[in-house]
C-alpha cells in the first residue's frame, strides 16, 4: 500500500499569511493527488485535483503543485474562513489512502 | 443539484450487524463509481470501499476486508454498506462519496460530492 505523510500536523498563521502544507507519498504516484478542506462539523470539499487543478469554484488563493512523491498545498493570502484540516488523497493505487491531515488555524 | 444522503446508523454492539445506505439524486448514478470514507471521532479521514459503475470492480480496507460488503442498486440510485462483526474501533462518521473518473479504475479519480455522514457506534 503506499502510504501518504503530511506536514505539519498544524498550524497557526496570520490573516494574510501564504500558507504551505507538503505531503509525500512512499512511492511515485505521478500527479494522482487530491487535496480536500475538511471544516469542522463538515463534509470535506474538493479543492484541487491532479495535484495542481483547481475545483470549479474554488478560490484562486488555494493552489497545488509537484509530481512523483513530493506535493505541496499553498494558500497565498490566509483568510478567516480558511480555518479547516486539510487532506491529501492519492488515487494511484488502491487503496486511495488520505493523508493524516493538517488542521490550519488563525493565530 | 447532486445530493446524497446517507442513512442506517445508530448505535451497535461488537459482534452485531449494520447495513448503510447512501441515496443519490441529481446525476446519472450508473454512470460513477462511487466510495465509503470513514472518520473517526476527532480522527482523519480513511477509506473504507469502493466499487465500479456496474459492480464489477470492488475494493476494501484491509480493516474491514471479510467483514463488510458494498454493493449498488442502480435501479433505485443507491449504494450500500453492509457491516458485518462490528468492532469498537469501527465507530465513526460514515460518508459516502461520488467518484469523478480520472482513469478506467473504480479508484481512479477524486472524490467530487460527499454526503453529511452516517454516524456508526460500536459499543456495549
Known amino acids: 500500500d503506499i502510504q501518504m505523510t503530511q506536514s505539519p500536523s498544524s498550524l497557526s498563521a496570520s490573516v494574510g499569511d501564504r500558507v504551505t502544507i507538503t505531503c509525500q507519498a512512499s512511492q511515485d504516484i505521478s500527479n494522482y493527488l487530491n487535496w480536500y478542506q475538511q471544516k469542522p462539523g463538515k463534509a470535506p470539499k474538493l479543492l484541487i485535483y491532479?495535484?495542481?487543478n483547481l475545483e470549479t469554484g474554488v478560490p484562486s488563493r488555494f493552489s497545488g503543485s509537484g509530481s512523483g512523491t513530493d506535493f505541496t498545498f499553498t494558500i497565498s493570502s490566509l483568510q478567516p474562513e480558511d480555518i479547516a484540516t486539510y487532506y491529501c488523497?492519492?488515487?494511484?493505487?488502491?487503496?486511495?489512502?488520505f493523508g493524516p491531515g493538517t488542521k490550519v488555524d488563525i493565530k | 443539484e447532486v445530493q446524497l444522503v446517507e442513512s442506517g446508523g445508530g448505535l451497535v454492539q461488537p459482534g452485531r450487524s449494520l447495513r448503510l445506505s447512501c441515496a443519490a439524486s441529481?446525476?446519472?448514478?450508473?454512470?460513477?463509481?462511487m466510495h465509503w470514507v470513514r472518520q473517526a471521532p476527532g480522527k482523519g479521514l480513511e477509506w473504507v470501499s469502493g466499487i465500479s459503475w456496474n459492480s464489477g470492480s470492488i475494493g476494501y480496507a484491509d480493516s474491514v476486508k471479510g467483514r463488510f460488503t458494498i454493493s449498488r442498486d442502480n435501479a433505485k440510485n443507491s449504494l450500500y454498506l453492509q457491516m458485518n462483526s462490528l468492532r469498537a474501533e469501527d465507530t465513526a462518521l460514515y460518508y459516502c462519496a461520488k467518484v469523478f473518473p480520472r482513469g478506467f479504475d473504480f479508484w481512479s479519480g477524486y472524490l467530487d460530492y460527499w454526503g453529511q455522514g452516517t454516524l456508526v457506534t460500536v459499543s456495549s
Open positions: 441529481g446525476f446519472t448514478f450508473d454512470d460513477y463509481a
Open positions: 491532479d495535484a495542481s
Open positions: 488523497q492519492q488515487y494511484d493505487n488502491l487503496p486511495p489512502a
